[in-house]
């Protein structure tokens, strides 16, 4: 129990020693609630202190400690997160996925260190956090950022009550940890956002992410973050002498740690019998994690091992199967996108997975149906793909009871009950007039990948468009025309209408290949949307390409040439073009990249380099434009060649491809 006395203040001095006083009893309690887990003070006298604290702070701000808890309120507002160099480079581990890749990766590790050991650690489901300290009080944190380079969020994170703004050891030190939220403080964030009717964050990690990447500190302060210490960059400089030290000595610290969760082995045997463990236990614990991050314990075995290019050779991360959960499938739903292809959709009883509530899930198209034979009623297995879009992997045919209703495809459009065409897999609705077609290819219009256009969202180009403000495309750009009928909407104001009237207006400034990618013709994307840009730099030259010539583009083949073909060849669209180049539409390409001097060009290695590492080159030309493939067609720009170059130089001289050595490549690079 700590037991100070509230004593009274007497003269300057004694008020600065008291507010000393006062920060060390709360930082200290505050640990002992958030880190020990084992609290020290009572509710009523932790609040008295603090209130006495923030008096004194108050009157005599200038006694204020750098590490006052008071600091935890956030209040703290930045105007942008400035840019963070790490010391050493914040790296991550390379991930594997099952019990061979497991193995696999201890065979490697004991090719060089025959007797290594493992620590076992929970992989926490967050962010990444470098959190610096200079004399022991909390200076800088700190995104990972590409790796290199991360963002200074140190206002939020002096609001994370598992901080210590100030180490149990007066030293300079890097600590890396996880920053997350909790199951708990999660439902409570998104509980809040439902009641402001605000989007919902997917999953804890999103919302610790959103959180971290604030302005203003007040809203990470009342979001509840944590944050799990689990790595020193430079252990070496205090005298530890493995992974599991590094664990203890930043628990000594006063960091919050995984300690009793973490684990030991000594073979392949007990990693796979921890990974099991901690998968049971995974749904009971207070935090999400996603696996197991495995890591040599000695680091004298750790310096041995070293690192590759990209990642350290002495740790991996084990990610745990994608959770899947069994719910039932209530209707099949079809839509019509905006190129008219209709998608069959599973709606089924909300369930939670991987940190969300989904309902509803594309089936694709007919055959996919066919092929899982899904049926209304059926017992079906969610998960999420890549921890984001819900997919259903499983019919469970077992638990039919005959009631089940067969799947059946669609013959007529369920908007506009136009017949529907068949193109190899998929349906199509071809009534340009569909008016879920126009709604859609709306929304794509102004979707933010698009022209970006803040304030037309989904719902209110519904409504618009169902209001008849907005028919078509070339209708956003005449939005202000019905500024006076918008007025008497509800939910909209002078402001809002005036802020949506000129991010309309900004739009037509945008580049080409923003334009092009918004008109939706079909199989462009962003990509071969910017690809056409760069090289036609105008729609007219765009307009004006044959058929042949498109297919000449590298990345560009037969369908999509087509697809660009028939789209300008419709006199509808060229009039909508033309609509659009009088309301005062850029149609011009505008190149922002100044690193893009070997654009659209492709190269591939073969030999061995000399002067370049194989990931070195690839990534130089890479960010120069090029692309680096690994096999020689006739749409190679060149193939560089080291020593003992193999078949490609072959192919490369039967197609006729040029061949550059490394100083001829030095050259165009500079
Ligand atoms: S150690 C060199 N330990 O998972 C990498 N990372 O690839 C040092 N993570 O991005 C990181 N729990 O954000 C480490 N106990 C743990 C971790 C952990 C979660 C994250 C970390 C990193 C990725 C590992």
Redesign the pocket.
Known sequence: MLNYVIINIGDNMDIKNRIKELTDIINKASMEYYVNDNPSITDQEYDDYYRELLNLEEKYPEYKLKDSPTNKVGGMVVDRFEKVTHKTPM???DDIFNEDEIRAFDERIRKTCPNATYTL????DG??GSLIYEKGVLIRAAT?GDGIVGEDITHNVKTIKSVPLKLNKEIDIEV?G?IYMSKKSFEKCNEERKRNNEPLFANPRNAAAGSVRQLDSKIAAKRGLDYMA??IPNPGEYGIKTQDESIKFLKELGFLT?HKLNGLAKNVDEIISYVASLSEKRKSLPYEIDGV?L?VNSLEDEEKLGFTQRV?RW?I?YKFPAEEVLTKLKEIKFTVGRTGKITPNAIFDPVHVAGSVVSKATLHNEDYCIDKDIRVGDIISIRKAGDVIPEVVEVKKERRTGNEKPFKMIDTCPMCGSVLVKEDANYFCKNPHCPARKIEALIHFASRDTMNIEGLGERIIEDFYNMKFIKDIADIYRLDNHKEDLMELEGFGQKSINNLLASIENSKSNSLEKVLFALGIRHVGKKTAKILAKRYKTIDNLIKASEKELTNINDIGEIIAKSIKEYFSSEDNIKLINELKVLGLNFNYESTSVNDSLDGMTFVLTGTLQKYKREELTKILEDKGAKVTSSVTKKTTAVIAGDKPGSKLEKAHKLGIMVYNEDDIDRIIK
Request: aromatic residues 16%; positive net charge.
């Open positions: 790296l991550s581990f650690e929970p992989k926490m962010l990444s990972r890396r996880e689990y790595f995984n991050v890591k350290p740790g991360a």
